[in-house]
Every structure is written in structure tokens, then in C-alpha cells.
């Protein structure tokens, strides 16, 4: 894939706290990002930050538990993922993505209620287990990301939502991403992860999956551990409900987001949507708000 049939078009980027834990790594993201917008592409950012979280947490003595690849939230856990995110992950990337111009904006899944949640259970061996306030995307308001888009800038967005109950939810960044991409119908969904791909046989690492449909994705999805269960399933949701291509590439290795989408083929693991994907749209598994309709701002003082 070249970047020209990409100019003008909008690609989400995932972008996982792993890739972010070295400083070479970050700016070397960065730079990928801005040679893609400045190519004419329009990039949007939804990052995650498990490890830094876990980090905080720790410092404050309190536990990381994960079950289905989900973080365990309780409310005082949820103060620590929603500072993290959206109050220091996010304005760190924000900053380094400006250092050369005032493109990027953050904003977290809250903001302009840009990602509604509804409470999520993690499946653990085929039983629904309570994992307190882990949300699930219920709905997406693309009207500020799209704002943002057209003024020029790159919107960063945190994955934090807000259930119609008012409560505050942790929603997975894959889950987050692929359904920012679901609703905004890009052409393009890229995970930076890392692992180098999707291995066949885990946790054997000697056979990265090139290639997957959205039928057979499906029928591996229920075995897949970990993180790797959320990530698939966003970006089987995201080919299903209409995006071209999901991608999930690994972040560890220095612009590998430029690589992926430029080198194309060797690298990552491509997800691809069955002929009948594109035609559904029941299978957003998100219901969209304001596409394709951004309301003028309003008059000053009005
Ligand atoms: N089949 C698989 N292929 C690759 N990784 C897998 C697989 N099953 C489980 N995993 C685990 O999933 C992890 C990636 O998910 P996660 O830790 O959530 O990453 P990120 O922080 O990038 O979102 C890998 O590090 C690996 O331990
Ligand atoms: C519910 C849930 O698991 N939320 C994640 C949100 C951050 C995330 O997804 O970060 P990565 O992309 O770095 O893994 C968490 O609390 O870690």
C-alpha cells in the first residue's frame, strides 16, 4: 500500500502504551504521523497506556488484574486510568506530535461525547464475569473528531467514555479505535502493538498470521488470549462494519507505521472484510451520531 491512494483520506492509528514506553520509539511515531498528514493524509490517533497506568497503580500500591485481556476497574482504579489517559499519556503525545506545529488535539472518548459506553463483562472460560467499570462502545459521535479533521489537525483520543447512566467507563483502546474507525468509514484501521502480528500458534512466536478474513477471524476469535482477544475483535468489528482494511503491526520496531502502510506487504497481520462485510451496516456493532454532519460553530456571543 502507497500513501498517495491514501491522500485525503482519514486512517485511525492505535497506538498501544507498549510502542510507547521508549523515548526513540515515540518520536519515531510522531514522525510517522506528521509525514502522513503532511502527505495529505488525515491521521487520528486513539491511544492506549496499559503499562503506564499499571505503573501509577502501582505506585499508589493499588493491584493491575486483567481477565479477557480487560483491565478489573473498581472506582479508585478508574480515577488512575482516567488521569493516566487522558491527563498524562495523551498530553505528552499531544506535545510531542506539536513540537513542530499546533497540529494535534486531544480529547478523550468524553469530550463532545464522542464515544458513549454501556457497561462490559469479560467471557472467562464461556462464564460473563463482572470486571466493574469496563465499558464497551455503545455509540460514537464523530461530530468534533471531524471538526478537528477540518481544520486541519489530528485529533488524539483517549479511549475513557461516558455511559448514558453518567458513570465514567475504561474502555479498551482497540475496542475504542476500531469503532472510532467503524463510524468515521476510514479506509484504514493500524494497530501498533507488541507482538509482530497475530502468531498461529500461541504462545509458540514462529508463525505470523499474513493474512486473515473476517469469517475465519471469527471462528479463532473465542481462543485467543490476552490482549490479543479485544485487539481482534476491534478490528473484526472494524472490517465488519465497513473499514477497508484493519492492520496490526508491531510497535517495537521503529516506524513501523509508515512501514506498514507503505511496505505493505511482510509486515504485521492484515485483517480484510468478506464480500458481503461492506454491504452490512447492521454489523457496526456501534451506533453512529453525527456523520457527515458537523454543525457550524456557533455565532460569538450567540
Ligand atoms: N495469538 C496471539 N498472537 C500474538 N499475541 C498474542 C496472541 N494471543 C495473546 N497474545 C498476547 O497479546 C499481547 C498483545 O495485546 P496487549 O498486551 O493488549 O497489547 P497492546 O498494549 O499493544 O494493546 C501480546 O503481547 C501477547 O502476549
Ligand atoms: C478495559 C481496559 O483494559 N482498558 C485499558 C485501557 C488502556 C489500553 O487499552 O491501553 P493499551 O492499548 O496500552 O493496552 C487499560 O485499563 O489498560
Known sequence: MALEPLRGHTVV??????AMTDDTLRRAFAQDVLTLYRAGVRPVVVHGGGPQIA??????????????????????????VRMVLSGKVQKDLVGLLNEHGPHAVGLSGE????????????????ERVDIGLVGDVARVNTAVVRLLLEGGHIP????????????VYNVNADTAAGAL???????????????????????????VVDRIGAAELERVLPGLDGGMGPKMEACLRAVRGGVGVARVLDGRAPHSLLDGLVGGAGSGTTIV??????????????????????????????
Not at 113 to 125: D, E, H
Not at 282 to 302: F, K, L, N
Open 13 to 18: 492509528v492505535k497506538y498501544g502504551g507498549h
Open 55 to 80: 505503573a501509577h497503580l502501582d505506585r499508589l500500591g493499588l493491584r493491575s488484574d486483567f481477565l479477557g485481556g480487560l483491565r478489573v476497574t473498581t472506582p479508585e482504579t478508574m480515577e488512575v
Open 111 to 126: 469530550d463532545g461525547r464522542t464515544l458513549t459506553a454501556v457497561k462490559r463483562y469479560a467471557q472467562v472460560g464461556g
Open 156 to 167: 488524539v483520543v483517549s479511549s475513557v467514555g461516558r455511559g448514558e447512566d453518567g458513570q
Open 181 to 207: 474507525a467503524a463510524a468515521l468509514g476510514t479506509r484504514v484501521l493500524v494497530v501498533l502493538t507488541d507482538v509482530p502480528g497475530l502468531y498461529a500458534d500461541f504462545p509458540r512466536d514462529e508463525r
Open 273 to 302: 472484510p468478506d464480500p458481503t462485510d461492506q454491504t452490512d451496516p447492521t454489523a457496526r456493532g456501534a451506533e453512529v451520531e453525527g456523520v457527515a454532519r458537523v454543525a457550524p460553530a456557533p455565532a460569538p456571543g450567540s
